[in-house]
C-alpha cells in the first residue's frame, strides 16, 4: 500500500474519508473545522443517533457528490490518541476494501491535530493502513501465479489531504510509519511461513538477505560452531531433527565505540512437536509460531538500522526444531550450558527456555547496557493474560517503567508479571543444578522466566517478554493485526526501547 501526503483535496478520486472524534459527555461528534457541505451530510445521522463519532463507527454515503467525490466514509475514533487513530485506520481500511474501493482521500484538517507530538497523528494512522494491508498469500495460487491479480484486488493508495502543506514533521512521521510497518509485516511473513518453508538455515538465509544495505553485520553460526561455543541447550532441542540448528548474530553500531549495546534475544523455534514430550494433535500446526520471539527481534534489528538510531543494539536468535526422532533428547537427560551450570530436562517440551539460556549467557558476555528476550514461552500466560498483554518478567522497577512507556506509545500492551526467589527455587534441579520444569503446575510463566533469569549475569538489567497469548491470532482485540496469523508483536516497542532507553 502506498501513503502520500498532499496539499489540497485531490480531484482525480471517488471516495473522502472524514475522521470524527468523541470527547466530553455531550456524547456528540467532534468533526474539527470541516467544510459545511460534510457536515449537513453526516447531520441526519447524528440527529438519529447512528453515528457520534465513538470508536469504530462508520456511515457510509453512495453517491453523496459532494466537493467532487461521489462518495464520503465518515469513520469514528472515540477518545483521541495513538492507538485510536491506528483502530481508526484499520476501520477504515476494511470498510472500503469490502466495498472494492481501490484508493481513497483522506480528509486530514483536524485529524492531524489531535495529537500534541508533531507528527504522531501521521505516523499513527499511516501504521494502522500499513499493518492492516498485511496479507500472507504466497501459497495461494494467486500469490504465484498472478501476483498482480491480487494487487488489484485491494485498497492500494491512501491520500492524507490537508488545507496547509504537509509539515516536515509529518513527512518524517509518515517515512518511520512505512519502516516500522514494513519491519512488523516483515516479522509476520517469518511466522506465518509453514515449518517446512522457514527452517532455521531458511531464517538465518532470510535474515542475511533482509539485512543486506541496512548497515547490519549477521553471523551465522552452524551445529559445529555451536557445539564448539558450548551451547549444550541448543544442541540438546536439535538432537531430534534432520535440519540443523542456527544461532544467528546481528550487530548494529549507530551509537559510537565504547558504548554499551543494547541486546535483543528472541526465541527461533520453527517448530514445535513437544520432542519426546509430544503435544497433542489438535492445533500442533500453530506450533510453527514458536519462532515469533526470533522473528520479532530479526524485524526490529532491520527497523533499528533502516532508521539508523543512535545506539548501538545486538540481535541474537538461537534457533532450531524440536523434534521426536531416534536421536532426540530424552526426559531425565541432563546437558551443561554454555555457563557450566548442568540442567535436568523433565520435559522435553520445555525447550525454549533451553535454546534462550544459550543466548542469555552470550548476551551478558558482550557486558551490555540492558537485555530484552521475547519468547512465545508458556501457555500458562495465555490463561493469565489472554491476548491482550505481553507478560514482561523483571525484578527492576524502574527498567519495567521504561517498557511500559515504550509501549504505551506504540499501543502494544504489557503487564508486569512477579519473578521472586521462591520461582527460582522451584526450578532447582534433583540431579542436576537446575530443573527445566517447576514441581507442579502453578506460576509456569513466573517459573520459566525464573529459569532463564539462571543465565542472566547479575547486575544486567533484564526482562524478559512471554508473547505467547499475543504472538498470533489478536485481530479479535486489535483490528489492525491479521484475522488469522502471526501478528508481529513487540516489534514496534522494541526499536521504542531501542532509541531511548
Known amino acids: 500500500m502506498r501513503i502520500v501526503l498532499k496539499k489540497g483535496l485531490p480531484s482525480d478520486l471517488s471516495t473522502l474519508v472524514v475522521y470524527a472524534t468523541k470527547t466530553g459527555k455531550s456524547g456528540k461528534p467532534n468533526f474539527g473545522k470541516l467544510p459545511k457541505e460534510l457536515l449537513d451530510l453526516v447531520k441526519n445521522a447524528e440527529t438519529e443517533g447512528q453515528f457520534s463519532g465513538g ?5 457510509f454515503y453512495r453517491c453523496a457528490n459532494v466537493l467532487g467525490f461521489s462518495h464520503v466514509l465518515f469513520v469514528g475514533v472515540g477518545e483521541p490518541g495513538r492507538e485510536a487513530i491506528r483502530v ?15 484508493s481513497a482521500a ?18 499513527a494512522l499511516a501504521e494502522g493502513f500499513l499493518l492492516s494491508a498485511y496479507d500472507f498469500f504466497v501459497h495461494k495460487s494467486t500469490g504465484k501465479d498472478d501476483k498482480k491479480d491480487h494487487k488489484n484486488q485491494q485498497l492500494n493508495e491512501i491520500t492524507i489531504a490537508t488545507s496547509a502543506a504537509p509539515s516536515a514533521a509529518d513527512v518524517k512521521a509518515l517515512k518511520r510509519a512505512e519502516i516500522l510497518a514494513e519491519c512488523q509485516n516483515f516479522a509476520r511473513w517469518l511466522g506465518d511461513q509453514p515449518g517446512n518453508y522457514m527452517t ?17 553485520k ?80 530479526v ?12 545506539v548501538n543494539v545486538i540481535g541474537l536468535v538461537p534457533s532450531t526444531d524440536n523434534m521426536p526422532g531416534p536421536t532426540a533428547f530424552k526426559p531425565g537427560d541432563i546437558y551443561y550450558a554454555r555457563n557450566g551450570k548442568s540442567v535436568e530436562v523433565y520435559n522435553t517440551d520445555a525447550e525454549g527456555r533451553l535454546i534462550l539460556g544459550e543466548a542469555l549467557v552470550y548476551a551478558s558476555e558482550q557486558k551490555p547496557a540492558v537485555i530484552f528476550d521475547a519468547a512465545t514461552l508458556t501457555g500458562a500466560i495465555l490463561i ?42 522451584d526450578m532447582k534441579g534433583t540431579h542436576a543444578d537446575l530443573c527445566n520444569i517447576s514441581g507442579g503446575r502453578n506460576a509456569g510463566s513466573s517459573t520459566a522466566a525464573a529459569f532463564l533469569e539462571e543465565f542472566v549475569e547479575p547486575g544486567i538489567p533484564w526482562a524478559h517478554f512471554d508473547i505467547a497469548g499475543t504472538a498470533w491470532n489478536i485481530a479479535s482485540r486489535f483490528p489492525y493485526h491479521p484475522k488469522k496469523g502471526a501478528s508481529g508483536i513487540m516489534v514496534r516497542t522494541f526499536v521504542e526501547l531501542a532509541e531511548n532507553f
Not at 470508536?55 to 456511515?59: I, R, Y
Open 55 to 59: 470508536k469504530k463507527e462508520t456511515v
Open 299 to 310: 524485524a526490529t534489528m532491520i527497523a533499528i538500522a533502516k532508521l539508523k538510531l543512535k
Open 384 to 425: 493469565a493474560l489472554g491476548t491482550t498483554h505481553t507478560g514482561v518478567f523483571t525484578r527492576d522497577k524502574k527498567l519495567f517503567g521504561k517498557v511500559n512507556e515504550a509501549a504505551q506509545q506504540t499501543g502494544e500492551l504489557v503487564w508486569h508479571m512477579p519473578i521472586t526467589d521462591f520461582h527460582r527455587d
Open 218 to 297: 549477521v553471523t551465522v553460526w552452524d551445529r559445529a560452531r555451536i557445539k564448539k561455543e558450548k551451547m549444550g541447550g541448543l544442541i540438546a532441542v536439535s538432537q531430534g531433527s534432520h535440519e540443523e540448528p542456527r544461532f544467528i548474530i546481528m550487530e548494529y553500531n549507530g551509537g559510537g565505540k565504547g558504548k554499551k549495546p543494547v541486546v535483543f534475544v528472541g526465541k527461533g523455534l520453527t517448530f514445535d512437536t513437544g520432542g519426546i514430550s509430544l503435544k497433542p494433535g489438535q492445533s500442533m500446526e500453530e506450533m510453527k509460531y514458536d519462532m515469533c520471539g526470533g522473528a520479532a527481534v
Open 200 to 216: 532455521p538455515t531458511i531464517l538465518a538465509d532470510e535474515t542475511v538477505k533482509a539485512a543486506k544495505g541496512t548497515g547490519l
Open 106 to 123: 483522506v480528509y486530514g484538517d483536524g485529524l492531524v491535530k489531535l495529537l500534541k507530538s508533531a507528527g504522531a497523528a501521521t505516523q
Open 88 to 102: 481508526a485506520a484499520s476501520v477504515t481500511h476494511s470498510s472500503l476494501k469490502g466495498r472494492k474501493i481501490k
